[in-house]
Structure formats: C-alpha cells, structure tokens
T-cell receptor, first 116, second 115 residues
Framework: AQKVTQAQTEISVVEKEDVTLDCVYE???????LFWYKQPPSGELVFLIR??????QNEISGRYSWNFQKSTSSFNFTITASQVVDSAVYFC?????????????FGTGTRLTIIP | DGGITQSPKYLFRKEGQNVTLSCEQN?????MYWYRQDPGQGLRLIYY???????QKGDIAEGYSVSREKKESFPLTVTSAQKNPTAFYLC??????????????FGEGSRLTVL
C-alpha cells in the first residue's frame, strides 16, 4: 500500500527565512506521481506541483523549489525568503495511477506559520 | 468564474439525521471526488466518479452515499450510519482521468458538525 509521511506537524519561521517541508513516500510501483498542494485559511487546496517518478530533476518556480530523490523516497519542498502569504497547510500526495490522476494518497500536512 | 462550488459552508446536524452536501463544477471536468479532512489525518478519499452515472468507493466510503446524475454535480450524503461525521469535507474535480495532468481542483469545503 502507498503511504505519504510528513513528519513535521507545524513549523514557524520568521519572515524572509528559508524553510524546507519534508515529504517521504512509500510505494511498490515503479511508475508514480508526487504532488504538493497548499491549503490557505480559506480552505480550498491549491495545486503547486506534480512530478513523475522518472523525472528526478529538481524544479524551481520563483521562491519555491522541490527536491525529488528516489534513493531516499523523498520529495521535499523549500520556500526561499518566506513571506506571510506563505502561511498555510501544505500537503504532499502520491498517486500510483498511470497518468497521475485520481485516488491521491495525502500526507497529514504541515502547518507553516510565517511570523512577520 | 470557473471553479467548484460547495454548499453549505457550515452545517449542523443532529445525531440520526442524514445530510447532503452539494458540489457543483463548471470546469467541464469528467472526474469528481469527495475527501474528508480531520485534524492530524490529512485528506482521505470517500468516493470518486470518472463519468456520469458511475462512481467508485474510496478508502472510507462506509456511512456515505453519492450520485452522479449530471456531469457538473456530485452530491454527498452523510447518513446516520456514519459513526463520526463531524469533519471538513472537500470536493474536487479533474480533467478526464487518464488524460489529465493529475491536478485536482478543490472547492472551499463544507464543515459539518454533529450536535
């Protein structure tokens, strides 16, 4: 069975500090997809990134970056120069479906608080 | 604006009552999902539907029922058989399963409290 572990329940950092959110996954499939979602106080989850198991290249999008390492089954998310608007709950998720669709398994989430 | 609309946002129910949560999308997505969110447990899949008039159980379907009579609508009924229904319920949709990017689009959720 697939499993996603986000060991950090809550993190608080002062604005402008860098912060890394950890995600460790378990799956027996060789083809799988990993995701990060952001849940702001309004409640809806917002898609941040999708990565398939054959693409281990790190990705950077503005202040956000993701480090995918199959050797350690990890897909960590780093926010550089954090801002108050980054305060939210962040979820890592895994899908074993062929095209990364449906039946995502979510981690328990990490609540990130950015202190002004 | 395109998106997913869930209603009501807050709902209170007495024990023994059934309650239906509404989910409507105007994104023309084929697949729709219901997730339950509890503190410290992340999101768990209740039901999903890939096509009209068809739906599949997720990991925690007991005590819930759904219907998919129209592409844009996927209501969830929380029945009296659900032992611990107090939770935050999230509806989501995605482009045709098997051809999409894997991105789920979420509504703002419905918070159900059983009194």
């Amino acid at each position: 069975a697939q499993k996603v572990t986000q060991a950090q329940t809550e993190i608080s950092v002062v604005e402008k500090e860098d912060v890394t959110l950890d995600c460790v996954y378990e799956t027996r499939d060789t083809t799988y997809y990993l995701f990060w979602y952001k849940q702001p106080p309004s409640g809806e989850l917002v898609f941040l990134i999708r990565r398939n198991s054959f693409d281990e290249q790190n990705e950077i999008s503005g202040r956000y970056s993701w480090n995918f390492q199959k050797s350690t089954s990890s897909f960590n998310f780093t926010i550089t120069a954090s801002q108050v608007v980054d305060s939210a709950v962040y979820f890592c998720a895994l899908s074993e479906a062929p095209f990364g669709n449906e039946k995502l398994t979510f981690g328990t989430g990490t609540r990130l608080t950015i202190i002004p | 604006d395109g998106g997913i609309t869930q209603s009501p946002k807050y709902l209170f129910r007495k024990e023994g009552q059934n309650v239906t949560l509404s989910c409507e999308q105007n994104l023309n997505h084929d697949a729709m999902y219901w997730y339950r969110q509890d503190p410290g447990q992340g999101l768990r899949l209740i039901y999903y539907s890939q096509i009209v008039n068809d739906f599949q159980k997720g990991d925690i379907a007991e005590g819930y029922s759904v219907s998919r009579e129209k592409k844009e609508s996927f209501p969830l009924t929380v029945t009296s058989a659900q032992k611990n229904p107090t939770a935050f319920y999230l509806c989501a949709s995605s482009i045709l399963a098997g051809a999409g990017t894997g991105e789920l689009f979420f509504g703002e959720g419905s918070r159900l409290t059983v009194l």
